[in-house]
């Protein structure tokens, strides 16, 4: 039943096929106040992210763009890691481009086991609307997961590297860690294309621990810490190595 419920929402894209490449600007916020309760000991930098969500026809391209750091704590320093998540709901891929990752590697998986991994969430669809960059969303609740979705958007998809079973794309998502939220929309010529990497589906072997990003040259990777610049956008590209 779960797979045949996974099977309609890749057939649910084909909706969508024939639109224009769009492409959604999102602001995420880390919520160092849930974790400052868990560790008070811990500090963090207090920073905001930007990505952007690309969809042409039934592929999507979510980028990790750009770093604003408001300050930083003396003596701080932590790893951000420049990412790229790619889906393609035709033909059943996943594909993951992390700084994470060793030696040029991506996670590559079939998308209908992606979805299955969120499959038994027990979304309750509520009636509360609310309009996000000039679209209309529905809340869905489900335990700490708060969505705001969109059926003008018939893509299951959302902002970070979860995909849900909602009929439609999420425009914003708050949980215990943080929230994405979508800031502006616009259609663009950006077509989605994969990249020509090295891959694999097992993330557990090819995830760097933070030793090794911090012995190693910083591939993909951005070092926050006092002398980084602050009060600016400071771009975060992923380069194919």
Same mark, same amino acid.
């Given at each position: 039943m779960k797979k045949f419920s996974i099977l309609c929402l890749l057939i649910m894209t084909l909706t969508f096929a024939k639109s224009q490449s769009i492409k959604i600007i999102f602001d995420h916020i880390? $919520? $160092?106040?849930f974790i400052l309760e868990k560790v008070p000991t811990l500090k963090f930098s207090d920073y905001l992210l930007r990505y952007s /969500? *690309?969809? #042409?026809?039934q592929k &999507?391209?979510? &980028? /990790? #763009?750009s770093i604003f750091i408001k300050n930083c704590p003396d003596k701080f320093r932590s790893f *951000? @890691? @420049?990412q790229e998540i790619y889906t393609d709901f035709k033909e059943s891929k996943w594909l993951s481009c992390n700084g %994470?990752? %060793? $030696?040029?590697l991506c996670l590559f998986v079939d998308l209908a086991d992606r979805l299955d991994k969120t499959a038994n969430w027990q979304w309750e669809i509520t009636d509360e609307k609310q309009e996000i960059i000039g679209m209309v969303c529905t809340k869905a609740v489900c335990k700490n997961n708060i969505a705001w979705f969109t059926e003008e958007i018939s893509l299951p998809i959302a902002p970070g590297n979860k995909l849900f079973s909602l009929p439609g794309a999420v425009l914003k998502?708050? $949980?215990i860690s943080g929230e994405y939220t979508a800031i502006s929309i616009e259609k663009v010529t950006e077509k989605v294309t994969f990249p020509k990497v090295l891959v694999s589906d097992e993330e557990g072997k090819i995830t760097k621990s933070f030793s090794e990003m911090d #012995?190693?040259?910083l591939n993909n990777i951005f070092l926050i810490s006092t002398a980084s610049p602050t009060n600016k956008w400071i771009p975060i590209q992923f380069k194919v190595e």
């Open positions: 880390q $919520n $160092n106040d /969500l *690309l969809i #042409d026809s &999507t391209k979510f &980028t /990790l #763009d *951000l @890691a @420049a %994470r990752y %060793r $030696n040029g998502y708050v $949980n #012995d190693q040259p």
